[in-house]
């Protein structure tokens, strides 16, 4: 077990982590054995190895899985060699209701990520599920963008205090396809504060150009 590695993530159900019942290091005990978990959802790290992990004595880790075991939040195989009463290993096993769903809830199958019988991480498979993600919050951050009516934009302007045409804002961005340049748009209300920014500045401008239309400075 020395060279198991656990996998990326973990589980703790709610029904585990508010258990005024157990400690905090049971819960996070259960927590490190759902991410030691294979395929078939077993965990096959040893005593020792929890031991050496949170350093502590296997007695310890031993009561800690027993009280994960009497809340039925574990169940413990034991396997003997054949012809003998000699421990050959164990298995603990997350169960219940609630393990099941959290594990049906998660992005992909608890699992998928192991290969039969040991815990390491599938390098490829992580590198895939990080571009699925980039791609989904990437797209998702124009997917929330809510199209405002003239109606929203005249409030926010009054709210603002600014002379933005409310209706040419709307048609000007309409037009486009709510779109500032090439890219899609996220936050209209920063488009209005923008606008006000810049009519302030042409508004400040006017009065220089003006006088130099007329002649009043010379260069």
């Not at 815990?119 to 490829?124: A, E, K, M």
Request: charged content about 30%.
């Amino acid at each position: 077990m020395d060279n198991e590695k656990p996998n990326y993530y973990s589980i703790l159900p709610a029904t585990v982590r508010y258990d005024k019942d157990l400690t905090d290091k049971a819960k996070l005990l259960y927590s490190e054995i759902t991410s030691l978990c294979n395929a078939n959802g077993e965990c096959w790290a040893s005593n020792s190895y929890f031991a050496e992990l949170y350093s502590t004595s296997t007695n310890n880790v031993s009561k800690l899985i027993k009280s994960l075991i009497d809340r039925k939040y574990l169940e413990r195989k034991i396997f003997y060699k054949e012809g003998t009463k000699e421990i050959e290993k164990r298995v603990l096993i997350p169960i219940g209701e609630n393990y099941n769903t959290y594990c049906k809830k998660l992005q992909y199958p608890i699992g998928e990520n192991y290969k039969e019988n040991n815990t390491s991480i599938n390098n490829n498979k992580e590198r895939n599920n990080i571009n699925i993600i980039s791609k989904e919050s990437e797209s998702n951050s124009y997917k929330n963008f809510i199209k405002p009516t003239i109606e929203d934009i005249k409030l926010y302007c009054e709210e603002r205090g600014n002379t933005i045409d409310a209706e040419q804002f709307y048609d000007f961005y309409e037009s486009k396809g709510w779109k500032i340049g090439k890219n899609s748009m996220k936050d209209w209300k920063a488009a209005v504060r923008t606008w006000e920014r810049n009519h302030k500045e042409e508004t400040h401008s006017e009065p220089l150009i003006r006088e130099v239309r007329e002649g009043v400075y010379q260069f």
